[in-house]
Nanobody
Framework: QLQLVESGGGLVQPGGSLRLSCAASGRTLDYYAIGWFRQAPGKEREGVACISRRGRPTKYTDSAKGRFTIPRDNAKNTVYLQMNSLKPEDTAVYYC??????????????????WGQGTQVTVSS
């Protein structure tokens, strides 16, 4: 059974950076597509970034384009969300998710079976 644990959240000032980690155990992440999602208070969960099993393509929500990247390190069984130029509206609980999509190039914001517990990101001065 695949288990995911997020870490790296915290309080950061606007314009700052954070790198979130999604560490896997139980299975190797090589075979999984990974998505990062977030949920702000009173809002629905939204997809932020995803990466296919093969490592490309990647996809980003419009608000994340140019600021976030989603590198994966299969040797460490970890996928990251590098967040730069953070804004107060990025404040949310961030979750990573994984799935064994049949298509190795599939990168979507739905249909994930495995989820982490989330990590809080707060962007405030």
């Amino acid at each position: 059974q695949l288990q995911l644990v997020e870490s790296g959240g915290g309080l950061v000032q606007p314009g700052g950076s954070l790198r979130l980690s999604c560490a896997a155990s139980g299975r190797t992440l090589d075979y999984y597509a990974i998505g990062w999602f977030r949920q702000a208070p009173g809002k629905e969960r939204e997809g932020v970034a995803c990466i296919s099993r093969r490592g490309r393509p990647t996809k980003y929500t419009d608000s994340a384009k140019g600021r976030f990247t989603i590198p994966r390190d299969n040797a460490k069984n970890t996928v990251y969300l590098q967040m730069n130029s953070l804004k107060p509206e990025d404040t949310a609980v961030y979750y990573c998710a994984a799935d064994l999509f049949n298509d190795q190039d599939m990168c979507v914001f739905s249909g994930y079976d495995y989820w982490g517990q989330g990590t809080q990101v707060t962007v405030s001065s």
